[in-house]
C-alpha cells in the first residue's frame, strides 16, 4: 500500500511540474515579427499579400498555437478589406516558427479612388491581428504602404487609358481627312 501510494504521488507531482512548466512555456512566446514578402496581381479587382508571421517559444516545453487571425484595413477609409486565419502547429522549445500567409484582397478599385488615394497620400493600410496561445492572446499590428504599388498599377492602367483613347480620336480624324 505504501508503495501505491508513493507511485501515486511521485506521478501527481510529475503531472504538476509539467503543468508549471507548460505554463512558463505559454508565457515565455513572442511576436519576433510580421513581414510583408510581397504585394503583386494588382488589378481593379484587388491584390495578392503574402507574409509571414514569426513566433519563439523561449520556454521549455513544445507549445501548440491555436490559430493566428488577421485583418487588413485601408487607413484612407477605414474599410476593412479582407479577414483570415492562419492554422497553428505547435512550436518547439528554444525555437522560432514561420506562419505564412497568402491572402487574395478584393476591392472595388477605380482609376479616380486610386488617383485620390496616391493625391492624399494616404496609401497605407493595417494588419492587425492575434495570435492564440493556450489563453494567451498576443495582438500584433504591421502597417504596410501601398504607395509603390499603386503608382505602378495607375500608370500601367491610366497609360492603357491614354492609349485607348488617343487611339480612337486618331481613328476618328483619319475617317474625316
Do not use: C, H
Not at 21 to 44: F, Q
Not at 122 to 136: N, R, S
Request: net charge positive; aromatic share 10%.
Amino acid at each position: 500500500m505504501k508503495l501505491l501510494f508513493k507511485i501515486s504521488l511521485a506521478v501527481i507531482l510529475f503531472l504538476l511540474i509539467l503543468v508549471v512548466l507548460y505554463i512558463i512555456s505559454l508565457s515565455r512566446v513572442k511576436l519576433e515579427g510580421v513581414g510583408i514578402n510581397k504585394l503583386d496581381e494588382i488589378s481593379l479587382e484587388g491584390f495578392t499579400l503574402s507574409g509571414d508571421v514569426r513566433l519563439y517559444n523561449g520556454g521549455l516545453l513544445p507549445v501548440k498555437v491555436k490559430s493566428i487571425s488577421y485583418e487588413v484595413t485601408l487607413e484612407s477609409t477605414g474599410e476593412q478589406i479582407a479577414k483570415a486565419d492562419i492554422a497553428g502547429r505547435w512550436i518547439s522549445p528554444k525555437n522560432s516558427a514561420k506562419y505564412e500567409f497568402e491572402t487574395k484582397i478584393y476591392w472595388k478599385a477605380t482609376k479616380d479612388m486610386i488617383l485620390n488615394i496616391l493625391k492624399e497620400r494616404k496609401t497605407k493600410a493595417q494588419i492587425k491581428g492575434t495570435v492564440y496561445v493556450g489563453w494567451l492572446d498576443i495582438e500584433f499590428m504591421k502597417e504596410i504602404d501601398l504607395e509603390e504599388y499603386l503608382k505602378q498599377f495607375a500608370k500601367e492602367k491610366l497609360g492603357e487609358t491614354v492609349k485607348a483613347a488617343v487611339g480612337t480620336i486618331a481613328g476618328a480624324v483619319k475617317k474625316y481627312i
